[in-house]
């Protein structure tokens, strides 16, 4: 016995891979990069099984959660706080008209307020007492509980692409002390809200909220330029433009982050590009004036677009995910130079 549904697919011109997003019939809007997820989303959408429930995750199930810091990494958040190269988050302005979730975290917990209905959203992350917010949004599976999905990391030594089928890391950025806002899609169904205060998930704050259908769903507005985190590299313009809109994009099948340390000049970047290249991020870190995060752990499908707020200079655009085994994606090339003018 045939049945049909109906469907309304939005492709953006000229990208590649097919970029877009696809409305299902109950208004779900959901972004997706590549056929593969377009295809998976149209056979979700048409699954009996999956159309009257949240489960609707990400249209790639690979998930990542928990955002893994380096050497590198724990050297430049610890310099953060003296380092003036990476500006704190400027106020900014909302953007077309769209509505607000808030995350208020003061590294003992964290409350989420504001809307819950599916569709793009601002994410306004406020934090006290806190060097950097930085919350991960975390999207549950159909009939999987938090506690599960974090068991799938633990067990596989905080590997987060072990998430795959169980949740999805849709939303991860982090602000310096203050207020910072980014957008992203929410979809129906159970959502976990983390303040990513350590290097133990296991202790991070964390609070749970269900996001409704919507009949008219927000659609994120159209950035100024898209990057996207792929195996293994960083596609997009190389020079990005303070305060434009940027969307980032994880159009890869892996868990992947976009992090950067900026140098003081060309030849220093040069210089730290090839050094993490060559896996020596302790020798890379010595020449890293600043630091700013545009995307933590974030899993595949995760949308995330936002405002540059990182001081102009030179950064070395960079990835620190591990393979399964071991080597960090900046290894096999997840590292790309670009330049932030103002
Ligand atoms: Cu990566």
């Not at 009949?215 to 195996?231: C, D, F, N, Q, R």
Request: aromatic fraction near 6%; hydrophobic fraction near 45%.
């Amino acid at each position: 016995m045939s049945r049909s549904f109906a469907l309304r697919l939005e492709l953006e011109l000229g990208e590649v891979p097919i970029t877009g997003h696809l409305t299902d019939a109950h208004g779900v809007c959901t972004p997706f990069a590549g056929w593969i997820q377009l295809v998976a989303l149209i056979e979700q959408a048409g699954d009996p099984a999956t159309t009257d429930d949240a489960a609707r995750a990400a249209p790639t199930p690979k998930e990542a959660p928990l955002k893994r810091t380096t050497a590198l990494l724990t050297g430049l958040i610890a310099g953060l706080a003296t380092s003036a190269a990476t500006a704190p988050a400027a106020p900014i302005a909302t953007s077309a008209g769209l509505p607000t979730l808030t995350l208020a975290m003061n590294g003992k917990s964290i409350h989420v307020s504001g809307s819950m209905k599916a569709g793009a959203v601002i994410v306004v992350a406020k934090t006290s007492r806190e060097e950097q917010s930085s919350p991960p949004l975390v999207k549950l599976a159909r009939k999987v509980s938090f506690a599960q999905a974090f068991r799938q990391v633990a067990a596989h030594g905080g590997d987060t692409n072990y998430l795959d089928g169980h949740a999805t890391i849709t939303y991860n950025t982090a602000n310096s002390a203050g207020t910072g806002r980014a957008q992203t899609v929410l979809t129906p169904g159970r959502w976990v809200a983390l303040d990513s205060v350590n290097n133990n998930p296991a202790t991070w704050p964390r609070a749970s909220f269900t996001v409704s259908r919507s009949g008219h769903p927000a659609s994120l507005p159209k950035p100024a330029a898209t990057v996207k985190m792929i195996e293994f590299g960083f596609t997009g313009p190389s020079t990005w433009h303070e305060g434009e809109l940027i969307r980032f994009q994880n159009a890869g099948f892996l868990a992947h982050m976009a992090v950067a340390a900026q140098a003081k000049d060309e030849q220093d970047a040069q210089t730290l590009s090839a050094l993490l290249l060559a896996g020596q991020d302790n020798q890379a870190q010595k020449l890293a004036t600043g630091f700013a995060t545009f995307v933590g752990t974030a899993s595949a499908g995760a949308v995330q677009q936002q405002r540059v707020t990182a001081a102009p200079g030179i950064y070395v655009l960079a990835c620190f995910m591990d393979t399964q085994d071991h080597r960090e994606h900046t290894r096999l090339g997840m590292e790309r130079i670009i330049r932030i003018v103002p």
